[in-house]
């Protein structure tokens, strides 16, 4: 059953996508108790700690390895652990969740660009239709299905800050492909460790200001659930999946968080479900279905990543 798991990528995304859908909500909650840089940090810096002895037996062989690529790895550990995680935090505390679900939408579209710019890849008929069904079903949910609500959706300095992350993230998933050929796990408790070290004098500086953890046991918890789940098990099934089918249908599967986080949004704030949620469920999971046909041969396609 495990095996059968981590050998299918929609199935890995979207358990991915849903742990993630959970930290956004989790991080809402938090606004003004957890500062943003903390939380980043810890999330980092426990995930570390939980996975290094998981990881321990492939790091002495992998290690080396990593070393030989040390400027990949930077990067990557820049982009895809310290940049995007800190910069979403900070807009979570002065945007909406309307905004942040229309925002997290656009990243298959944004990883399409990238995979373009860096590489001349050109999307296949059926992921450019699928990114705009399942986008026709993020605007149904964040418009709450009036147009007009959507259109007075407005970016203020926080939807600047996550889309700035977006931007940052949806470059690690195609810049992905080029990590050092190890072990997945290796790779990604060593960015993680990487990572958390960037973090460090932000979050000193951070606490410096005066920036404190308030909300007792239940933001330590809090932060515990984001250190496990969505850092050490959601990286390591998304980056699965994109060695599986390649950055840019993977990264189609990120239109499930607005989905997932609606649902959660019902169970855990009472939120109110309407038929709208309903319509851009549905259209969010046909478009995923649209993304995952294959072109037929002698067609366009976006070539998988070469990870390993």
């Known amino acids: ?17 849903l742990f ?3 930290n956004i909500v989790l991080a809402r909650g938090l606004a003004g108790q957890v500062p943003p840089v903390s939380l980043a940090y810890w999330r980092w810096t426990g995930a570390f700690l939980v996975s290094v002895g998981f990881a321990w037996p492939g790091l ?7 070393l030989r690529r040390w400027k990949m790895m930077l990067l990557l550990s820049a982009t895809g652990i310290a940049c995007y995680n800190t910069m979403s935090y900070i807009g979570l505390t002065s945007t909406s969740a309307l905004n ?5 939408s656009a990243t298959p579209l944004i990883i399409i660009v990238w995979a373009y710019l860096l590489f001349r890849e050109t999307p296949t008929i ?3 239709l699928g990114v705009l069904v399942s986008l026709a079903g993020v605007a149904a949910i964040a418009g709450h299905g009036s ?3 959507l259109a007075r959706l407005h970016l203020a300095s926080g939807d600047l800050w996550v889309l700035g992350g977006l931007l940052i993230y949806a470059f690690y998933c195609v810049t992905l492909r080029q990590r050092p050929a190890v072990r997945p796990l290796s790779f990604l408790v060593v960015a993680m460790g990487i990572g958390s070290v960037m973090m460090l004098p932000f979050m000193l500086w951070e606490y410096a200001a005066g920036a404190r953890i308030h909300g007792g046991a239940w933001s330590y918890a809090a932060i515990a659930y984001t250190a496990v789940l969505p850092s050490f098990v959601a990286y390591l099934l998304f980056n699965r999946g994109v060695e599986l089918i390649g950055a840019a249908r993977a990264g189609q599967s990120m239109h499930l968080m607005p989905l997932f986080g609606s649902v959660l949004a019902v169970l855990f704030l009472h939120e109110t479900f309407h038929i709208y949620h309903l319509f851009g469920i549905a259209a969010i999971a046909a478009g995923i279905g ?19």
């Open 20 to 22: 993630w859908a959970g």
């Open 60 to 66: 002495k062989h992998d290690l080396p390895i990593m």
């Open 147 to 149: 147009p007009q609500m």
């Open 126 to 128: 059926w992921q450019g």
């Open 1 to 17: 059953m495990a095996r059968s798991f981590w050998h299918s990528a929609w199935w890995l995304l979207a358990a991915a996508n």
């Open 100 to 104: 942040v679900l229309l925002l997290q």
């Open 290 to 308: 649209l993304a995952s046909i294959r072109s037929a041969p002698g067609r366009a396609v976006v070539r998988s990543p070469t990870t390993t």
